[in-house]
């Protein structure tokens, strides 16, 4: 393993996040600042900057499944983080933001805003009008961006207990509501919890497959949609391909094919960087919602 800290972070840190703290005049525009412990944008920042992060050698390459990092915290300890142990890293503070974020240039749930808004505006709808059911939520960036194109309601759902802790404690106020749920067996109280936030946008950034959600899942949260709203999403463009075995091809082609998904933007774009500096290229969806998926 060689230390990557500072050629790699500083080379693709200002692709990254800037835009994101700076969307707390949105956020008290909606009035939801100021619930729970929150220190402010000012004390996320500052836990980012106080963690280092060391990436295996850039000539090693692991399946996206299998990436991990050594970080060093406040403490001066390090130790090592798989990418998709969330639980572990939603725990501490900053991490998520400066792995994916400040060193590896994610940008995802800002470009899939702006997909949104400008698809929103050429059908002559308003971000405030939507009701958007956020699915992988994680500690929620994307309802920071989707308050920032002013989207007034959104409802989390994450299969982690931690994610929502870390939600509440980095971006509080942001969900009128947040159900830790899983949407493959989706239970009576969630589902009506679900109904009564009458939802009609689907959001599912970074968090489709990849043993994250699975398509029995995406088909659930698609169902508590109303009939011409939104879908937002990212996928691999692997999952896409005709050699697919996810599920998430088929039933994608099939939606698109039946006229249940009417696609209205659809884009190619970097992702983020893997752990040896090759680009993720993964398509953003944003369609209607005309039918039931089959
Ligand atoms: C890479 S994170 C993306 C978080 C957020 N959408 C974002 O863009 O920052 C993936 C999220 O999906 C969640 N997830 C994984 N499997 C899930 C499932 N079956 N149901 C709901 N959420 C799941 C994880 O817990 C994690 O919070």
Redesign the pocket.
């Known amino acids: 393993m060689t230390s990557t800290v500072n050629g790699f972070d500083s080379a693709v840190a200002g692709a990254g996040h800037a835009g994101h703290l700076g969307s707390e005049a949105a956020r008290r525009e909606h009035g939801r600042l100021g619930e729970g412990v929150y220190r402010g944008p000012g004390a996320l920042t500052a836990a980012r900057k106080a963690l280092r992060v060391a990436l295996p050698e850039p000539s090693s390459r692991f399946d996206q499944n299998d990436e991990w990092c050594v970080v060093q915290q406040p403490d001066g300890s390090w130790s090592e983080f798989r990418f998709h142990d969330?639980h572990r890293i939603?725990d501490v503070p900053g991490l998520?933001e400066k792995i994916?974020y400040d060193v590896l240039g994610c940008d995802?749930?800002r470009f899939m805003a702006d997909l949104f808004v400008d698809a929103l505006a050429t059908a002559r709808e308003t971000a405030g009008d939507v009701r958007v059911l956020?699915?992988?939520?994680?500690?929620g960036?994307?309802a920071e961006e989707l308050a920032t194109i002013g989207v007034g309601h959104a409802v989390g759902?994450?299969?982690?207990q931690e994610?929502r802790a870390a939600a509440e404690r980095d971006r509080p106020g942001l969900y009128a509501d947040y159900l830790v749920?899983?949407?493959?067996d989706l239970g009576d109280d969630d589902a009506r919890t679900l109904a009564d936030h009458r939802l009609t946008a689907l959001t599912?950034?970074?968090?489709l497959g990849f043993?994250?959600?699975?398509p029995a899942?995406f088909r659930t949260a698609y169902d508590q949609i109303a009939d011409g709203g939104w879908v937002v999403l990212t996928i691999k463009d692997a999952f896409l391909a005709e050699d697919d075995t996810s599920g998430f091809a088929r039933m994608i082609s099939d939606g698109l094919a039946s006229g249940a998904l009417e696609v209205v933007r659809r884009e190619r774009f970097r992702h983020r960087l893997a752990t040896d500096a090759s680009p993720l290229v993964y398509e953003g969806i944003v369609a209607r919602k005309r039918g039931p998926l089959g």
Do not use: S, W
């Open positions: 969330y939603f998520y994916f995802t749930p956020d699915l992988g939520a994680g500690n960036i994307m759902v994450d299969i982690l994610a749920a899983d949407l493959t599912v950034v970074a968090a043993g994250d959600i699975p899942a």
